[in-house]
């Protein structure tokens, strides 16, 4: 789906700089006719700089040279025909627009070797996060799943927002959670307990045992930082850890830290009552932790939806949070995750202008009639 749309996004660009090409050329022909047509006393040629000055908005260096070059050769045209090529001002006007036009496509040059590098940004931020961030399945056993990620960075599409899913014989069990910090220097730690996940859910059927077993598994990890030189003191990540069995419309949900999960029924949507809620990941050494699984309804035709923080301290430009409940319904009846994910998307980019101060990620998850 993302590549069928960054495609149709490219041949839309493209068919937008055929046309627009047409711009400078439409200018140069038009200064040149009308400094032809009116007296020799008025000078127009200089405005020709305009036309290869604005053609790096929407073309490469190749086509600024050659906008510039005919820009020149409508210049000379000028001069031909109002006095002669050689008189001190028409030769001033040319070295001028030939000084411009040099300066343009160093300009362009530059701008384009920053964007390749961009790009080459983009593609290994793309393949660690189909690495890392795998694509959770559309289907797992009876339950839809949809997901979105929203990093804060733009050179990254990972950040350290995680989720992930494990199918077991008969169950899923999910995790998503919020390193501490943002962009590609989260990574690490996100790295460490999606790893650690995705082997250890096979062996701890309640959440709550799941979660500790994270907790160790994220300590050893800090310790080799540690080991390295790092400062890690301040290392943690809140986290909610969930069991879905297959054959009971129930969620069981150990809570590190995280924020709860909202259940959308018909009634509408509210915050699951977490009342057992455990230090964030990477804080057991500040004392004694005690992780407890707590059971909540998960009917059919109900939907659960995972958020990170970044999505619920989320502000406008009047500093308002992002009011997440109030934004988000129930299903409707021909309804998807992916469709409500999408909304929400929207809708929360809308709230913030376009840009999101922290990552943030979505996962709904709905058990169908």
């Known amino acids: 789906m993302g590549e069928r749309r960054r495609l149709a996004d490219l041949l839309s660009e493209r068919r937008t700089g055929r046309?627009?090409?047409?711009?400078?050329?439409?200018?140069?022909?038009?200064?040149?006719?009308?400094?032809?047509?009116?007296?020799?006393?008025?000078h127009l040629g200089p405005l020709l700089v305009v036309a290869p000055a604005i053609t790096p908005s929407f073309a490469g260096t190749r086509l600024t040279v050659l906008i510039g070059l005919l820009a020149l050769v409508a210049q000379a045209v000028i001069a031909v025909l109002h006095?002669?090529?050689?008189?001190?001002?028409?030769?001033?006007?040319?070295?001028?627009?030939?000084?411009?036009?040099?300066?343009?496509?160093?300009?362009?040059?530059?701008?384009?070797?920053?964007?390749?590098?961009?790009?080459?940004?983009?593609?290994?931020?793309?393949?660690?996060?189909?690495?890392l961030m795998r694509p959770l399945p559309d289907h797992a056993g009876p339950l839809l799943i949809a997901t979105r990620y929203l990093a804060a960075d733009d050179e990254a599409n990972v950040g350290g927002d995680l989720y992930a899913a494990v199918r077991t014989p008969h169950a899923t069990r999910l995790l998503i959670g919020d390193v501490r910090g943002k962009g590609l220097?989260?990574?690490?730690?996100?790295?460490?307990?999606?790893?650690?996940?995705?082997?250890?859910?096979?062996?701890?059927?309640d959440p709550a045992r799941l979660a500790d077993a994270l907790e160790a598994s994220y300590r050893r990890h800090l310790a080799e930082l540690t080991d390295s030189g790092q400062d890690v003191q301040e290392n943690f990540t809140t986290a909610l850890v969930l069991d879905l069995p297959d054959d009971r419309p129930t969620a069981r949900i150990a809570d590190c830290g995280h924020p709860?999960?909202?259940?959308?029924?018909p009634r509408g949507a509210h915050p699951l009552p977490l009342r057992r809620t455990a230090p964030p990941l990477g804080m057991s050494a500040l004392g004694p932790v005690e992780r407890r699984t707590e059971e909540f309804d998960f009917p059919p035709g109900s939907t659960l939806l995972l958020y990170t923080d970044g999505v619920t301290e989320a502000r406008d430009a009047a500093g308002?949070?992002?009011?997440?409940?109030?934004?988000?319904?129930?299903?409707?009846?021909?309804?998807?995750?992916?469709?409500?994910?999408?909304?929400?998307?929207?809708?929360?980019?809308d709230h913030v202008g376009g840009r999101l101060r922290d990552d943030a990620a979505l996962i709904a998850v709905t058990r169908p009639h």
Do not use: C, K, W
């Not at 046309?19 to 006393?41: E, F, R, T």
């Not at 343009?104 to 931020?125: F, K, M, N, P, Q």
């Not at 709860?260 to 029924?265: A, F, G, K, R």
């Open 19 to 42: 046309l627009m090409v047409l711009l400078p050329i439409g200018l140069i022909v038009l200064i040149s006719a009308i400094d032809i047509s009116i007296s020799p006393n008025i």
């Open 260 to 265: 709860p999960p909202l259940l959308l029924t």
């Open 185 to 205: 220097a989260a990574v690490g730690d996100a790295a460490a307990l999606l790893g650690a996940f995705r082997e250890l859910a096979h062996h701890h059927e």
């Open 320 to 349: 308002a949070f992002y009011p997440l409940p109030d934004r988000t319904g129930p299903l409707p009846p021909a309804g998807t995750p992916r469709a409500l994910l999408d909304a929400l998307r929207r809708d929360l980019l």
């Open 83 to 131: 006095g002669g090529l050689f008189t001190p001002n028409h030769q001033a006007q040319l070295v001028a627009l030939a000084a411009v036009t040099g300066v343009v496509v160093a300009y362009t040059r530059i701008h384009e070797r920053h964007g390749r590098e961009l790009d080459r940004v983009r593609t290994v931020s793309d393949a660690v996060q189909r690495v």
